[in-house]
């Protein structure tokens, strides 16, 4: 997904392999990225780019009236079935494939209108009715559509509004007496019963409905930093030549502080598994949902009803303003060359857009930087921090007096010593050019200088067109190609900084059928992005802070106890509680290019042999824990047991695949079997794994959903309470896979009217929760709402005595 597709990344890397010895050390010793991208762009033939427009046609990106029409039928199945929210989302593909100011979209958002009624989106469905009619919905089906859009009016509590609609509705009928006599009485009928309700909502003030999403611009930096504009006071940057760039406290930070909230520079959706589709096959629209469905292209934002380009297909928007601010920035650019971007995949996508969105900073000093850097410095762009050069800057802690030689700003500043989020700062951040493997980089070469020349067959002229008039008269006197290959240069930077820079945009997914009464929750991969600020934290495998997004912001806020000189830790993906030290330390190496000395490490490091672990098996004679390598023996005072660890590890695969199906017959809603199925499963993970392990865990975990499906609260919360045992084990009692389960355990009390524990747990959660996500999310207002419930439930002491 990040990397190009694997047809053309196996073509690129056999091209590689048949180049002359001499051109492999050519490219290989290249001193500069300039030289790396001309020498290999060089390469690129006709042929090569044949292939590759032959690999993009398998993605259908265009519009399509067939298609259109295919996933309204879809729908339509959908809506009958009752399913409103499948239906909804197929309108949706319906309305992508569809042109603008066509009857085939207005009809698809007509239909949408209808099934987003039903799931009592009444606010979306009205938008949806005036984009059915503003793209020519025909006038013999108008009724059906007006008299929804009352419906929506008098529920949301707009009477006025609902009679304006009734009566253009009835001189509708009086002049154009176009509906047959049945649908005439089918639609009077409704037509007195909204009258009715109008009536009755009349009599009512109008409510307007409180803005339910309280905005996220509610969430502020309690003091600003003045070097960095968006962290808080209680950071600041350092620099050294081991470490690069850091972030330190100035103060104490307390558990749950807002650090950072940081919008990123660059986003992209990922379009999520979406394979090409062969030519000639018959079914080639798919019906599968992916986050590119759901989520605006943008701003991220969960949408149920979408607004497409009106260019392609896979564009899709919350709204005309995000629609609109897209285009302007770079989709008028990105727009013919969807497939070619699904293609060279997601890296190479966000090095395109962060060049395209440079254009808005001073142009001309961006062309300068670029051009100036190639020429002046022996055509060299900065590739790393001179240790030299560094050990010239100061430690900037506070007290030490700035007047000590700061020779030049750290990396990324402007001038004046600030660090902002803008393209001077993503320009910075390392590509670690002689880190990667020479076909690597001749792979990202390649496939940069293809999308450079799509580009310019285009004619698009991506980077001279006048965005700033005033700024770019200078600017535009290099030939388009010269430029062209300025930004390529510029773009394969971008490529090869996001192996390290890259950060993972992830959101909560709610999984489970409509019928589960417990949440069950998952951690999905929705953008890749650049935050420049947040790239500034170095590792950890036991970070000291937890990031979380709300759509393209970020917002870091301190884990636990952060001591005034200590410094902020990330976490780059490999942690302590998901991973053994020896595989941790190969990924930071490999993805990275470090060797990871924090203290996790070190301390696992020191005792490489602590015992069988977490995951560890036990002997099935006394069910004293097993140590060793290939044959393990059991470590009980008489026992001599001894047993391969190949038939473990294959026990261990048959009982997940059990586990696996009993999940499957719980999704079905089969929960007597699942159950059964379970209750088998745990009694056989008993007499091999320890109990700790995170089968034993998960085995729980799903008793307690099959349990609470049953209504059987009591259980489930036994249950559920020997899977949170399992999960503090492995994450911890402040980590947010505990805060997740104790959600669902509260769940479960409040549904069983377990008010003491309900209370209890609710607070044990409430707590972890805040401190990961703040006030502002989801599971904390749902745990609010259930202890304010609660609370009114409990006899008040002390109270009136009857
Ligand atoms: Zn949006
Ligand atoms: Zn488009
Ligand atoms: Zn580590
Ligand atoms: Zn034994």
């Known amino acids: 997904m990040d990397l190009p597709v694997d047809e053309w990344k196996s073509y ?35 042929e ?27 729908g339509n199945k959908k809506f009958q079935e009752k399913d409103y929210m499948g239906a909804t989302v197929l309108y949706s593909k319906g309305v992508s494939h569809s042109g603008p100011n066509s009857t085939d979209i207005s009809l698809c958002y007509a239909n949408r ?17 005036v984009r059915a009619q503003t793209h020519g919905y025909p006038e013999r089906l108008q009724p059906k559509l007006l008299l929804r859009k009352a419906e929506c009016l008098v529920t949301l509590g707009r009477p006025q509004e609902a009679s304006q609609t009734i009566s253009d509705l009835e001189s509708n009928f009086a002049a154009k007496p176009t509906v047959s006599a049945s649908q005439f009485q089918i639609l009077q009928r409704t037509l007195c019963r909204v009258k009715v309700k109008v009536q009755e909502k009349k009599n009512l003030p109008e409510i307007f409905p409180e803005a339910l999403t309280k905005t996220f611009e509610g969430v502020d930096l309690r003091e600003e930093n003045e070097q960095i504009p968006c962290a808080s006071s209680s950071v600041s940057l350092h620099i050294d030549p081991l470490k690069g760039r850091y972030l330190v406290a100035t103060k104490d930070i307390l558990p749950g502080e807002l650090l950072v909230k940081e919008d990123a520079f660059v986003s992209v959706l990922n379009p999520g598994e979406m394979p090409p589709r062969p030519h000639g096959l018959e079914n080639k629209w798919d019906i599968q949902v992916t986050s590119g469905d759901l989520h605006c292209h943008r701003c991220l934002r969960r949408t149920l009803a979408p607004v497409p380009c009106d260019g392609c297909s896979y564009a899709k928007y919350c709204s005309q303003e995000c629609m609109q601010q897209a285009w302007d920035r770079y989709h008028s650019v990105e727009c013919s060359l969807g497939a070619l971007l699904l293609t060279l995949g997601v890296f190479c996508h966000v090095a395109l857009r962060s060049a395209l969105l440079a254009r808005f900073e001073d142009v001309d000093e961006v062309i300068e930087k670029l ?3 190639m020429s002046k410095q022996g055509i060299c762009l900065p590739e790393s921090e001179d240790p030299a050069q560094i050990l010239k800057y100061d430690l900037r802690g506070e007290g030490e007096k700035k007047d000590e030689a700061v020779v030049t700003p750290i990396p990324g500043c402007d001038i004046n010593g600030k660090y902002e989020r803008n393209y001077n700062a993503v320009f910075h951040l390392l590509p670690h050019t002689e880190n990667h493997s020479p076909e690597h980089k001749f792979l990202c070469a390649l496939s940069v200088s293809a999308l450079c020349r799509q580009l310019e067959a285009a004619g698009l002229q991506a980077f001279t067109t006048d965005l700033k008039p005033t700024k770019l008269k200078a600017a535009e006197t290099p030939v388009l190609c010269a430029e062209l290959n300025v930004w390529g240069v510029a773009m394969l930077r ?66 636990q106890l952060i001591r005034r000189g200590q410094e902020i830790f990330h976490c780059y993906g490999p942690h302590e509680s998901r991973m053994g030290v020896a595989e941790r330390r190969q990924k930071l190496r490999s993805q990275y290019f470090f060797d990871c000395n924090c203290p996790p490490c070190e301390r696992e490091r020191q005792r490489p042999s602590a015992g069988p672990g977490r995951e560890a098996f036990r002997c099935h004679c006394c069910r004293a824990l097993l140590q060793g390598d290939d044959v393990l023996s059991c470590g009980g005072p008489a026992c001599m047991e001894s047993v391969s660890r190949d038939l473990l590890v294959s026990r261990l695969q048959d009982l997940q695949r059990q586990v696996g199906a009993a999940q499957k017959r719980l999704r079905n809603g089969r929960l007597e079997l699942a159950t059964q199925l379970l209750l088998e499963c745990q009694s056989d993970a008993k007499s091999f794994l320890s109990a700790d392990h995170s089968v034993v865990g998960e085995i729980e975990d799903t008793l307690a959903q099959a349990y609470a499906a049953l209504g059987d609260w009591e259980k489930s919360a036994t249950h559920l309470q020997e899977s949170l045992r399992v999960v503090e084990v492995h994450h911890g009692p402040s980590s947010v896979e505990m805060g997740h389960e ?61």
């Open 371 to 373: 051009c100036g850097e």
């Open 113 to 129: 209108s209808a099934a987003l009624f039903h799931l009592g989106q009444y606010e979306t469905c009205l938008k949806d009715i």
């Open 12 to 46: 690129i890397l056999q091209k590689w392999s048949l180049l002359p010895k001499s051109i492999q050390v050519t490219i290989s010793t290249a001193k500069t990225l300039n030289d790396l991208f001309l020498h290999s762009s060089l390469l690129l033939q006709p």
């Open 494 to 559: 971008h490529m090869l900084q996001l192996q390290c820079n890259a950060q993972a945009i992830t959101t909560i997914q709610h999984t489970g059928s409509k019928e589960n009464l417990i949440t069950d929750t998952q951690q999905v991969r929705l953008a890749t992005a650049v935050f420049p600020v947040l790239s500034l934290l170095n590792h950890s495998c036991s970070p000291n802070i937890s990031v979380s997004f709300i759509g393209t912001i970020a917002t870091i806020r301190a884990l």
């Open 742 to 802: 104790l959600f669902k355990l509260a769940q479960v009390f409040f549904n069983g009217c377990a008010i003491p524990e309900a209370l209890t747990t609710i607070q044990k959660a409430e707590k972890v929760l805040l401190v990961h996500y703040g006030p502002w999310n989801d599971e904390i207002r749902e745990l609010q709402k259930m202890k304010s419930c609660l609370l009114d439930l409990l006899p008040i002491p002390g109270g009136p005595k009857e």
């Open 48 to 74: 090569d780019e044949m292939f590759l427009k032959r690999l993009s046609g398998g993605y259908l990106v265009g519009k399509d009236p067939d298609a259109s029409l295919f996933y309204r039928e879809k």
